[in-house]
């Protein structure tokens, strides 16, 4: 990824990359490290950052939280590096979360998330609750019913989601009618007993914040059942196009994602990103919302070191705030209140072929509300959005 001629004009722009190759995230964390892959080499091709090349050190954590904050500790220690690229799921960004703040690093984390934290020394670039978790359980609400039933992995970020979840629901006078959590690491056929339970209570839809090879063997255990057949759906903020790959498409297809971006996305920049990332990664590589929050953080980085000059993380934090990236998604902008990003929530129906039809998505960026402060449960839940809500788009036909 580096660039001979820049690397012979001055010292290079030394950055860590955490992202899992190995273990139980490695589908969505490979999709993160090629978005931050090829977004480096872009910078580097084009003159680096004030002519000086951006030098990646990579670790494989294996999907291993400890292993996380050792790996951390390293970058931040003995690679003398200031700028984290990486995790991807809560439990590895609360792992690494007070080697960063210790050693004071910065972290970019490109994943969404389940909100409720702010530190200086991260930059949030994935979807927040007021970014995806509101808009599903409209859309939920409009097109299955209010009968949700919750099924996650067992750490924080499921719980924490379901509990928002939760909230909407019951504002709304809804129904949660069954709640469930599994390790990261299953058996085989671990999910029949809760499938037959749910047969039994055939709720409208299932709300899974199941991770990983987890939420796969989810899907497909699923697909033997009579619920998939009669079209009663499974709702995520998580499943991509790469886990569909693995699910397959015909066992896939009919599920529901709330994300800022699909591969489907109709914008210039996404059609220019896809060719770039097929062309590095092969045709059949998916792309998916980890390849591409990971892809625009690298930019929005890179934009504001062109800015300050340096890598001491105040001064580059500081300067990343109201950094804008016209990304394959849209205008991604970072919010200078919270350190988070400005995204825009669109919803999936994944297909055969393993991509996802887009039946709703905002007209514009949303403000990050990790806290939710300003949402009004009352007004604001589980009630279907009224057709032509100002800033929303449903084209689901």
């Not at 950052?49 to 494989?60: F, H, N, Q, S, T």
Request: charged share 20%; hydrophobic share 40%; net charge negative.
């Amino acid at each position: 990824m580096q660039n001979d001629t820049l690397a012979n004009n001055r010292d290079a722009w030394r950055v860590g990359i955490l992202f899992s190759r190995s273990g139980v995230m490695r589908i969505p964390q490979s999709e993160h490290f090629f978005g931050t892959a090829l977004a480096i080499e872009e910078v580097n091709a084009a003159g680096g950052i004030l002519g000086r090349p951006v030098e990646p050190i990579a670790y494989d954590p294996g999907s291993n939280p400890a292993a996380y904050r050792e790996l951390a500790e390293r970058l931040l220690i003995d690679d003398g590096v200031q700028i984290i690229f990486g995790c991807s799921t809560s439990a590895e960004r609360k792992a690494v979360l007070p080697s960063i703040e210790r050693w004071n690093g910065l972290l970019w984390y490109p994943s969404l998330y389940e909100g409720f934290e702010y530190s200086p020394n991260v930059i949030y670039t994935g979807a927040v609750p007021n970014q995806n978790s509101i808009q599903l359980a409209r859309y939920l609400a409009g097109r299955h019913g209010s009968r949700i039933f919750l099924i996650g992995s067992d750490y924080i970020y499921p719980r924490e989601s379901n509990r928002v979840m939760k909230e909407l629901v019951d504002a709304a006078q809804g129904e949660i009618v069954g709640e469930e959590y599994f390790p990261l690491v299953l058996a085989d056929r671990t999910f029949d007993a809760t499938l037959d339970r749910l047969c039994r209570i055939r709720p409208d839809a299932i709300f899974s914040t199941l991770v990983g090879e987890a939420g796969i063997a989810f899907y497909r255990q699923y697909a033997e059942t009579k619920l998939f057949a009669a079209g009663i759906p499974i709702a995520s903020l998580t499943m991509a196009e790469g886990e569909l790959a693995e699910i397959g498409g015909e066992r896939a297809a009919g599920h529901i994602t709330a994300a800022p971006y699909f591969s489907t996305v109709a914008t210039p920049a996404n059609r220019q990103f896809s060719e770039r990332f097929r062309a590095k990664f092969g045709e059949g590589c998916p792309i998916s919302m980890y390849a591409e929050a990971a892809y625009c953080q690298v930019h929005l980085f890179a934009q504001a070191l062109a800015a300050c000059g340096t890598t001491t993380p105040q001064v580059l934090a500081r300067e990343a705030l109201g950094a804008e990236f016209h990304a394959p998604q849209g205008v991604v902008t970072i919010d200078p209140d919270n350190n988070h990003a400005y995204v825009t929530p669109r919803i999936g129906i994944a297909t055969a072929d393993c991509t996802f039809r887009i039946v709703h998505e905002e007209t514009e960026p949303v403000k990050p509300d990790p806290y939710l402060v300003s949402h009004d449960y009352d007004q604001g839940g589980f009630a279907p959005s009224a057709p032509g809500r100002p800033g929303v788009q449903d084209i689901s036909a």
